[in-house]
């Protein structure tokens, strides 16, 4: 098992901009699709 703080490491900021754009991505799915 690797550690959280290695694992931390690991990330770029490519994986952060990844993460926040999914995020935004599936939320703003999330609201077209309920108010339509």
């Not at 959280?4 to 754009?21: H, L």
Request: net charge negative; with cysteine; charged share 15%.
């Amino acid at each position: 098992m690797i550690n959280f703080a290695e694992r931390c490491t690991y990330f770029t900021e490519d994986d952060y901009a990844a993460v926040i754009f999914g995020g935004l991505t599936v939320f703003l799915y999330i609201c077209i699709n309920f108010y339509q």
